[in-house]
């Protein structure tokens, strides 16, 4: 009997290693949201373009910071100074130029963080992109910097590990935390014009994502 209240116990703590805690910072689950927005965004793209944004423009990786004129870095996000780096209005009118429509940034809900960067980042390293956002709360398929910084990125072709996950586990996180981020919009004032976030369907997965590993990550 011992044994099976041993056991159940393992399978519950595992469980809650996949949930944010809204203790720690109710401002994650709006991150996550925010990351399954930009990953509905880069999948649609990705269909009309065959490419993801600013995909075969240089043989080094092309970096992009979106932060907001609002915000204030006390910690930064660390770059290779080899690196070419645009700016999110680039970057936000690249995707308008293929997608033929308005598409909004979303940004990190809070000005000032003092563990962690403040910013989201776009990266292209070849065919592979990474989209990062920090997260206060440690995650199971995230990546720990800090003991208040956990980094997670959207990428299509993830490593065990890294912290890195494919657009079918953000949305499945982003669905799982929605709750966390409805809290987190009564509780807090937003400036709707800087925050609000939107979560447009998608009609199905972008083929080229790499699923190879996703019967490890859901």
């Keep these: 009997m ?7 116990m393992i399978i519950l703590l595992s469980g809650c290693a996949t949930a944010l805690d809204p203790r720690v910072d109710p401002h994650d689950g709006v991150r996550l949201r925010h990351l399954r927005y ?5 999948e649609e793209y990705y269909k009309i373009a065959g490419k993801y944004p600013f995909e075969g423009e240089a043989d080094v990786p092309i ?22 780096r645009k700016s999110a209005k680039e970057f936000q009118k690249e995707l308008e ?22 910013n989201y980042s776009y990266t292209i ?24 910084c956990n980094k ?10 890294q912290g890195q ?19 987190a919009e009564q509780e807090i004032h937003f400036d709707t014009d800087r925050f609000q976030y939107e979560q447009p369907e998608s009609d199905g997965l972008c083929k080229n994502l790499n699923m190879q590993v996703e019967d490890i990550y859901i």
């Design 152 to 161: 997670l990125e959207l990428t299509n072709k993830p490593v065990l590990n």
């Design 125 to 148: 390293d070849g065919s592979v992109f990474y989209f990062a956002v920090f997260l206060s709360s440690r995650l199971e398929v995230s990546r720990k910097i800090t003991e208040k």
């Design 2 to 8: 011992k044994i099976i209240l041993i056991v159940l």
């Design 63 to 84: 970096y992009v910071k979106i932060i907001s004129e609002f915000q204030t870095e006390k910690v930064m996000e660390e770059v290779p100074p080899e690196y070419i």
């Design 165 to 183: 996950v494919n657009y079918r586990k953000v949305r499945y996180l982003a669905k799982q935390e929605s709750e966390y981020a409805s809290v």
């Design 97 to 118: 130029k293929v997608l033929d429509r308005s598409v909004s940034l979303r940004y990190d809900p809070k000005d000032i963080r003092d563990q962690a960067p403040v």
């Design 38 to 42: 930009y990953g509905d965004v880069l």
